[in-house]
Each structure stands twice: as structure tokens, then as C-alpha cells.
Nanobody
Framework: QVQLVESGGGLVQPGGSLRLSCTAS????????MGWYRQAPGKQRALVAT?????????RYADSVQGRFTISRDDDKKMIFLQMNSLKPDDTAVYYC????????????WGQGTQVTVSS
């Protein structure tokens, strides 16, 4: 069983920055593949960025955030982060932390989400 809790969302002006955090518990965090996802009003949840586990730390980004967002992880703290720079109104969404254990079938876990609003 894995529990994920996001924090760091809020209201920011276009061009501003936010740093989201996700804290995991209840699992061997180091083996988890982790990611950030977002869901804007009226739209489906979409992948933002991912980072692989077991020390590899390979990262992938959606084209829409490439060059602006950075995903990172701290295995000792059992956390992942999303540094968001040059924010745009289209980045407004609920941001979710997600993860899966590659050793367990059907083991994907979601946090409750944190609201990010980009508006002037």
C-alpha cells in the first residue's frame, strides 16, 4: 500500500514559478516509477513528467512543459518535486502525484491533487 500527498499549489501570475512536492509513505519508494499529472477543467488527466526508480532517475516531459518544468526525486526523503517556471494560464490545473511499483501488477497510486492557478 502506497499513499501519496501533494503540496505546493497555489495562485501565481503568468511567468511566475511554483514548486510542487509529493511525499510517499507505505512502500519502498526507491523502486517506484513516479510522475506528475494534471487535469484542467473539462479535460482528461494528462502526463506532465515522469522519473524512473531504482536509482536510474530517467526523466520524461510532455512537450507542452519541456524546458519550463523539471521533475526531481529525493529517495531518502521519499519525495518527488516539480519545479514549474515560466508558468502560463494554460498550466492551470489540478496537479496529481502518481507512482507505480514495477514489481507489482496493478499497483498504480494517486495522490489527492493540488490546485495550480495561473492568472493575472
Amino acid at each position: 500500500q502506497v499513499q501519496l500527498v501533494e503540496s505546493g499549489g497555489g495562485l501565481v501570475q503568468p511567468g511566475g514559478s511554483l514548486r510542487l512536492s509529493c511525499t510517499a509513505s507505505g512502500s519502498n519508494f526507491r523502486v517506484l516509477n513516479m510522475g506528475w499529472y494534471r487535469q484542467a477543467p473539462g479535460k482528461q488527466r494528462a502526463l506532465v513528467a515522469t522519473t524512473t526508480g531504482s536509482g536510474s532517475g530517467r526523466t520524461r516531459y510532455a512537450d507542452s512543459v519541456q524546458g519550463r518544468f523539471t521533475i526531481s526525486r529525493d529517495d531518502d526523503k521519499k519525495m518527488i518535486f516539480l519545479q514549474m517556471n515560466s508558468l502560463k494560464p494554460d498550466d492551470t490545473a489540478v496537479y496529481y502525484c502518481g507512482g507505480d511499483n514495477p514489481w507489482t501488477t496493478g499497483s498504480f497510486y494517486w495522490g489527492q491533487g493540488t490546485q495550480v492557478t495561473v492568472s493575472s
